[in-house]
């Protein structure tokens, strides 16, 4: 009888020692120096690799000034047509129409896309993949981080 039992006992020893381990990333994750929990364990997670300051695009956008210029021309066209028989009168008024159609659509489109400074995060994740994130502001992110990718911007993991 004691020959079983302290076969049995040196059995579950073994078996729990098994399941002890000093290895980076699998621990209680208090005072641990490992960045980064074990592959697999995190599908959108991923470690920062550089961020840039993004400021706002000053290239030309002419999308805006020109389509509110066509609608400003045809609606000051329709109502020339509508109120006045002097073909000069419906030249001026649709010039006018173009013209304030225009200014209109530029300050809609600075309007919509706002102020595009912050930054650009690039996270390689640990499926491989690399993302690149705009955010305008870091939270304490630097580079080397470990994050979380949700909902288009990067959080501390």
């Known amino acids: 009888m004691n020959i079983r039992m ?10 729990l020692a098994g399941c002890a381990s000093t290895s980076p990333g699998y621990g ?17 997670c991923g470690t920062v690799v550089s961020i ?27 109502l020339a047509r509508k109120n006045t028989d002097s073909q000069g009168r419906r030249n001026v008024a649709t010039a006018a129409g173009a013209a304030g159609g225009a200014i209109a659509g530029n300050a809609i489109q600075n309007r919509v896309e706002g102020n595009r400074s912050g930054y650009t ?19 304490g992110i630097r580079e080397g ?5 949700q909902n288009g911007r990067a959080w501390a993991y």
């Open 6 to 15: 302290t076969c049995v006992a040196a059995v579950a020893t073994l078996a």
């Open 28 to 44: 209680s994750g208090y005072g641990t120096t490992s960045p980064a929990p074990p592959s697999g364990r995190c599908y959108d």
């Open 52 to 78: 840039q300051a993004a400021s706002r695009d000053t290239g030309t956008n002419i999308a805006g000034p020109v389509l509110g210029g066509i609608v400003g021309a045809v609606a000051a066209k329709e």
């Open 121 to 139: 995060v690039h996270v390689r994740m640990d499926d491989g993949r690399t993302v690149a994130l705009h955010q305008a502001d870091l939270d």
């Open 145 to 149: 981080s470990y994050v979380r990718v």
